[in-house]
């Protein structure tokens, strides 16, 4: 029975140290930070722990700037105080974010190295007009969605504007690469000639090269590129489907794109 009971106090022990162990932290309007876990969650308060204590603690939601849960997930409440706020609107002020693009080839989603790769190929176009703007390099924004437990399977669980926080920028760009297979055709080509000779009887006999031919697969691409602010306003949206019909159109497309938006600057 006292093995028993010393097994119980160990396991409620260690429950009790992995339920907590995982740390949520508030930030409250006057910037400071308190970490612990959101253990109740009401409509005008949450009920708080703070780290290595076990007394709940209550605070109200109009004191709360944001939490931050250990599940990477964050959730705005309520403005900073005013000298905060102008300092974070400067730190995000002209920087922009490119998240990696969505990519559906026949019906049915890419790899990882395919959406990062159209992510770099829309930040060096963007990047080469940039003038008065700092485009966050793919590498980085990268690495802070990853710290903040963001993937493109759970993207539309935040806002655009959470993101932008997220990223330290004042604009997000996203977009989404489509291409399917369409038609193809044949192109025939080779080596035709004819030659005349005569044969054993005196008769004449033509004799003709060979010829070849190539069947090509056409796609159709199309892209939409979207543009969002901090504030969550969608500056920009726009879809075009590719004049060219080979696979690789969307590099092409991506261009067209990027010099209409408000952010490309000729």
């Not at 090509?216 to 892209?223: E, G, H, K």
Request: glycine content about 4%; some cysteine; hydrophobic content about 30%.
């Amino acid at each position: 029975m006292i093995i028993k009971k010393q097994f119980l106090i160990a396991l409620l022990s260690f429950l009790s140290f992995f339920c907590y162990s995982q740390i949520d932290t508030v930030t409250m309007t006057d910037g400071k930070e308190i970490r612990g876990k959101v253990v109740k969650y009401n409509p005008n308060d949450i009920q708080f722990v703070y780290q290595k204590e076990t007394l709940e603690y209550t605070l109200n939601k109009k004191d709360i700037s944001k939490i931050a849960f250990s599940s990477g997930r964050i959730e705005y409440l309520n403005d900073m105080n005013v000298a905060t706020k102008s300092s974070q609107i400067g730190d995000y002020h002209n920087k922009v974010a490119i998240l990696p693009f969505s990519y559906v080839k026949d019906q049915e989603k890419s790899n990882e190295t395919m959406t990062k790769k159209i992510q770099q190929e829309t930040y060096t176009i963007f990047n080469s007009k940039k003038q008065n703007l700092k485009f966050q390099d793919p590498s980085e924004t990268n690495a802070l969605l990853f710290k903040a437990g963001i993937n493109e399977s759970n993207l539309q669980g935040f806002t655009m504007g959470e993101v932008c926080h997220i990223l330290n920028v004042e604009y997000v760009i996203s977009g989404l690469v489509s291409i399917e297979k369409t038609n193809t055709y044949t192109s025939n080509y080779g080596n035709s000639q004819s030659k005349v000779t005569q044969n054993n009887n005196g008769g004449k006999v033509n004799s003709t090269g060979s010829s070849s031919s190539t069947t090509y697969q056409n796609y159709n691409t199309s892209i939409t590129m979207n543009i969002f602010s901090i504030n969550g306003d969608n500056l920009f949206t726009q879809n075009h489907n590719s004049f060219w019909p080979y696979e690789n159109a969307y590099k092409t497309t991506l261009d067209y794109l990027a010099k209409r938006t408000p952010l490309y600057k000729r």
